[in-house]
């Protein structure tokens, strides 16, 4: 059974840095999608960054792209998002998901389908002040 579970939310100033961690369990890294989703208050989810390591592919929205790094580390089979230079539009709850790719339906944009991924986990809250 798969399992993922993030860490590493906090209140930081505009400005600041954080790494979010998520610890996967039951889950084989290759050929699976993992990605960094958030939600803030009334919006609704967004992705954020994605690695498929089918392919070593990284993908990053738009808003994030130059400030926030996705990674993983097989030996702890777990992702990281380090997130640099925050801002206060970054305010949101933060979800660690994956989902084993079948076919290509997920390659070409992994971020815009949420509700393609099967697991995810519980979301850890990322507070940017100002």
């Known amino acids: 059974q798969v399992q993922l579970a993030e860490s590493g939310g906090a209140s930081v100033q505009d400005g600041g840095s954080l790494r979010l961690s998520c610890a996967a369990s039951?889950?084989?890294?290759?050929?699976?999608?993992m990605g960094w989703f958030r939600q803030a208050p009334g919006k609704e989810r967004e992705g954020v960054a994605a690695f498929y390591t089918g392919a070593m592919r990284k993908y990053y929205a738009d808003s994030v792209k130059g400030r926030f790094t996705i990674s993983r580390d097989n030996a702890r089979s777990t992702l990281y998002l380090q997130m640099n230079s925050l801002k206060p539009e970054d305010t949101a709850m933060y979800y660690c998901?994956?989902?084993?790719?079948?076919?290509?339906?997920?390659?070409?944009?992994?971020?815009?389908?949420?509700?393609?991924?099967?697991?995810w986990g519980q979301g850890t809250q990322v507070t940017v002040s100002s």
């Open positions: 998901a994956a989902e084993f790719a079948r076919g290509d339906r997920l390659y070409a944009d992994p971020l815009s389908r949420p509700s393609e991924y099967s697991y």
């Open positions: 039951g889950l084989t890294y290759s050929n699976v999608y």
